[in-house]
Structure formats: C-alpha cells, structure tokens
C-alpha cells in the first residue's frame, strides 16, 4: 500500500526564516503524490519502506518497518548543507500488509520507477534489508533489460541464502540467477558472519567481495581499485547499505549487530567514493531498528549517512 507523506515528521531548529544558507532540511522539503505527479523534479525524493517481514522469515529482530518515520524526524533537523541546486521531495511510504512482502516489493519498485522517469533521484528508506529487492525492480524497469546494472552493497552478510521461501537473507540470489545483466560488489563480509557454503555460493555467482579487516588496507587502495573496476564493467551502478556492516558500538540498533562491523567513518569514506560515481543512479539504506536502538544513535546515524549521500551524489549534481 502506498502512503502519502506524513508533514509533521519534518520538523525541527530554524536559525532563519529568508537566508537558505541557514537552512535545515525541514525548511526544503516538498511533498509529492508519486501517483498524481506528471513533472520533471530534478531533485532527490525519499521513499520509505514500511516493511519486517523478510527479517522476520529470516529469524531475526524485528522492528525496522518504523525506520522510514524515525529517520526521517532525525533527518529533519539537520542543516541543508548539500548543494544550491539539490532540492528534496518527500514521496512517501510503501507499506507491507499482511506480511505479503513480494508484494510490497513489486509496488516499491514501482514507485521507484516512477521517481526516476521523474528525473528524480531515489533515497529509499527501509524496512530490512529485503527492501533492495524492491529497490531493484525499480531500477531495473527503468533503466530496461538490456543495460547492465551494478549493485554495490556495504555489509557484513551476502544475503544469498538458498532458502525456498524469500527473506531479507535472499535478495542477491534471487537478482544474481534471474537476471544475467547484473554483478554484484560486495563491501564489508565478515568471515564469521556468514558459512562456508555462503562464500562457496558467492564464488559460484561471481560475486567480488572484500573483507571487513580489509577494506582499509593500503588507505583503501585495493578498495578504490575494485571500486572502480566493477563500476566501470557496468552501465549504471545502484548503492544499498545494509547498517549491520556497522560496528555494534555504534550501531546497536539493527536486526543482527556487528562486533568487528566497519566503523562510521569507514563507511562514511565508502558512501563518499561510490556516490560521487557518474553512473550512480539510486541508494537505499536498511536494516535500521528504532526498537532496539540504543537512545537514537543508530538512527541518528542512519539521518548523517543519508545526508552525506545527497551531498556527494554524482558531486550533487542531479
């Protein structure tokens, strides 16, 4: 189900009503029907992903469907340091009912096409980390089958699990054997995170995958590198960070939290690099559990990452 957007999120500090210069996202915001919409928004648009059920098939804390509003209220408060020309819509919610998850995927891909026919570029907000299946619905009814598209995931699991039923532990098998038009990057693995039999699958679907311990290697030299080589093998590259990859210390609030997870500012570096790419066409991020947080500091985070993407994003040059 799709759901208008909820004004009274966006609230927060106004340092001054006319200068933009003291700005804080609050005081830019637009709201939009993404059904009524017919006009080129050159513009980011936020779309929320109200869903748990893939983390629930996959036996883990549930609680992230309630991350699209509680980001969004810590989001707004913070200074509109991103660019002149970078406006912000907010477009909204897509909500899982009645746990039929590939349902509510189907209709967030929708919308995401929708966004980007609209010049518009997709911030998706989940949900666990089965909403990047809907993510890549989107993207791909857009950019048609014949491109080849590039998925970079910052994350501690490959979620390609071989289980019948889908999850938020599915989503990069499930794309990765029924669409020969995409690769895989995946930033951040840990090796205790995931079986023999997950690293055995990621080989056998060519997944390129690096570390945790060893993303920083060489001030990310080897990282950059592969950064850049997968990127340059596909058209468009789409960006999805599952907040798990993040070290417990400093995101306790997630469905299944790191002990040896990447730090912020690691990611950070990460978010910065691939979302300057000029191929880059969407981000999401997942897997941010207010329920569980720990006094909003994953939440918090998640707010600070966002606003980092836009301000990057292909050198804000939507």
């Not at 799709?2 to 006319?18: A, M, N, Q, S």
């Not at 913070?78 to 002149?84: F, K, T, V, W």
């Not at 340059?232 to 070290?247: A, N, Q, V």
């Not at 995101?251 to 300057?276: C, D, M, Q, T």
């Amino acid at each position: 189900m799709y759901k208008l957007p909820d004004k009274e999120l966006w609230t927060g500090r106004v340092d001054h009503e006319e200068d933009v210069n003291s700005f804080r996202f609050h005081q830019v915001v637009k709201f939009n029907d993404i059904d009524k919409s017919t006009k080129n928004e050159s513009a980011f648009g936020i779309i929320g992903f109200e869903c748990d059920e893939g983390v629930r098939r996959n036996k883990g804390r549930v609680g992230a469907s309630s991350a699209p509003r509680e980001i969004r209220k810590l989001l707004s408060s913070l200074p509109y340091n991103i660019g002149d020309n970078a406006n912000l819509i907010d477009a909204g919610n897509v909500v899982c009912e009645n746990d039929e998850m590939e349902a509510a995927q189907e209709e967030l891909g929708i919308h995401i096409t929708k966004l980007l026919n609209h010049s518009t570029i997709p911030i998706i907000i989940g949900g666990g980390h089965e909403t990047l299946y809907g993510h890549y619905l989107g993207v791909r009814e857009f950019i048609g089958p014949e491109q080849s598209v590039g998925i970079i995931n910052i994350d501690a699991h490959f979620d390609m699990r071989d289980d019948s039923v889908p999850s938020s532990g599915t989503m990069f098998r499930q794309i990765l054997e029924q669409d020969t038009n995409a690769g895989y990057l995946c930033l951040g693995i840990q090796e205790f995170g995931n079986t023999k039999a997950l690293f055995e699958k990621a080989n056998k679907l060519n997944c390129t995958h690096i570390l945790e311990e060893d993303i920083t290697s060489n001030n990310y030299q080897h990282t950059f590198q592969t950064i850049d080589e997968f990127s340059d093998k596909h058209d468009y590259i789409m960006l999805t960070l599952c907040t798990d990859s993040i070290i417990a210390s400093e995101a306790p609030g997630v469905s299944a939290p790191s002990v040896f997870g990447l730090e912020a500012k690691v990611v950070r570096n990460l978010l910065r690099y691939i979302i300057s790419k000029p191929n880059i066409v969407s981000f999401d991020i997942s897997e941010v559990n207010p329920l569980v947080d720990e006094g909003n500091k994953t939440t918090k985070l998640a707010a600070h990452l966002i606003a980092v993407v836009m301000k990057y994003f292909r050198g804000c040059n939507v």
